[in-house]
């Protein structure tokens, strides 16, 4: 099955996402692959839908954040999308206060996650902004911290105007926040879009080992075949690391019949009966995930032995 790979660009208002938005689009063009865009305004109106060419197609979301207003409307794009084209790549730029998780995790639903790849957080930096956060309120602070704290790369724009000193000190800034993300300093969000893309170049063949595991959250999809035991799955969740924030999914449980849609977040599990009959797909978000071990304590619940 061909998987689509998906890119989130996060970041504040006005720091340089659909500029660096342009340039990917631009290099994608050029290596000939087939491009989706979908790009989420709080407000009724698009303003930077003129960036997105004609080659690429392109989703607008308005009137709500795809991470909590608009999540199931985004799910159902997102879903459309991949039925309706062959594409390569699609490129997420969120609005300038969503919170990179919970877009991550309405990518990650249960119906075509296995269809998907993700190709990580691009977070882009104002470096004014950055310097001068301070400003802002407490919330709106943190926000940017989140928003850097979960990027793979680090876009810092801006830096033209800074003193040696101030760009020394917003690096270290940065580094505390997060020392595992790729960091580039620029100005109009210019990179090497090989730098971007190297992080995660998918799996070509079941030889190679996919850099995606270098990616700060990472993503999980199991598919059971069989119903499952509900007192060890239970037992099972609750024996599970903090690192992991997030799973949801399709179950089936040995005693009783039809399909179960499962939720999890922040330590509490959430079951629903579902009417329709979908495959048992089944997500799981977070970091440091050993997913070999994962894959094998699933595996072994299936077949009774867990």
């Given at each position: 099955?061909?998987?689509?790979?998906?890119?989130?660009?996060?970041?504040?208002?006005?720091?340089?996402?659909?500029?660096?938005?342009?340039?990917?689009?631009?290099?994608?063009?050029?290596?000939?692959?087939?491009?989706?865009?979908?790009?989420?305004?709080?407000?009724?109106?698009?303003?930077?839908?003129?960036?997105?060419s004609?080659?690429?197609?392109?989703?607008?979301?308005?009137?709500?954040?795809?991470?909590?207003?608009?999540?199931?409307?985004?799910?159902?794009?997102?879903?459309?999308?991949?039925?309706?084209?062959?594409?390569?790549?699609?490129?997420?730029?969120?609005?300038?206060?969503?919170h990179?998780?919970?877009?991550?995790?309405?990518?990650?639903?249960?119906?075509?996650?296995?269809?998907?790849?993700?190709?990580g957080?691009?977070?882009?930096?104002?470096?004014?902004?950055?310097?001068?956060?301070?400003?802002?309120?407490?919330?709106?602070?943190?926000?940017?911290?989140?928003?850097?704290?979960?990027?793979?790369?680090?876009?810092?724009?801006?830096?033209?105007?800074?003193?040696?000193?101030?760009?020394?000190?917003?690096?270290?800034?940065?580094?505390?926040?997060?020392?595992?993300?790729?960091?580039?300093?620029?100005?109009?969000?210019?990179?090497?879009?090989?730098?971007?893309?190297?992080?995660?170049?998918?799996?070509?063949?079941?030889?190679?080992?996919?850099?995606?595991?270098?990616?700060r959250?990472q993503?999980?999809?199991?598919?059971?075949?069989?119903?499952?035991?509900?007192?060890?799955?239970?037992q099972?969740?609750?024996?599970?690391?903090?690192?992991?924030?997030?799973?949801?999914?399709?179950?089936?449980?040995?005693?009783?019949?039809?399909?179960?849609?499962?939720?999890?977040?922040?330590?509490?599990?959430?079951?629903m009966?579902?009417?329709?009959?979908?495959?048992?797909?089944?997500?799981?978000?977070?970091?440091?995930?050993?997913?070999?071990?994962?894959?094998?304590?699933?595996?072994?619940?299936?077949?009774?032995?867990?």
């Open positions: 099955m061909k998987h689509t790979d998906i890119y989130i660009l996060s970041g504040f208002l006005g720091s340089g996402k659909t500029t660096l938005l342009k340039r990917l689009l631009q290099h994608e063009k050029e290596h000939g692959r087939k491009v989706a865009v979908v790009m989420n305004e709080i407000g009724q109106v698009s303003i930077d839908s003129h960036a997105v004609e080659d690429a197609v392109l989703s607008e979301l308005l009137s709500g954040c795809v991470c909590c207003t608009i999540q199931d409307q985004f799910e159902v794009e997102l879903y459309s999308l991949l039925q309706k084209h062959e594409l390569d790549v699609i490129y997420i730029e969120t609005t300038g206060v969503a990179p998780i919970e877009v991550l995790d309405a990518c990650m639903s249960p119906l075509f996650a296995h269809r998907i790849q993700m190709g957080i691009i977070t882009t930096i104002d470096a004014t902004r950055w310097m001068n956060r301070q400003q802002l309120s407490i919330p709106l602070q943190m926000l940017l911290k989140e928003q850097v704290r979960h990027a793979d790369v680090l876009i810092v724009n801006k830096t033209d105007i800074l003193r040696p000193d101030e760009q020394a000190k917003l690096s270290f800034e940065l580094q505390t926040i997060n020392s595992e993300a790729r960091t580039i300093f620029t100005t109009f969000s210019n990179v090497r879009m090989e730098d971007i893309h190297l992080l995660s170049k998918r799996m070509r063949n079941e030889h190679e080992r996919m850099n995606i595991e270098r990616l959250i993503t999980y999809v199991h598919t059971f075949t069989s119903p499952i035991d509900l007192d060890v799955f239970e099972w969740v609750r024996q599970l690391p903090d690192t992991i924030y997030r799973m949801k999914g399709f179950l089936r449980f040995t005693h009783t019949s039809g399909v179960y849609s499962f939720q999890y977040a922040y330590g509490t599990p959430l079951y009966k579902e009417e329709m009959n979908v495959p048992l797909h089944f997500v799981m978000i977070g970091e440091q995930l050993d997913k070999q071990k994962l894959k094998q304590q699933l595996e072994d619940m299936q077949k009774g032995e867990g």
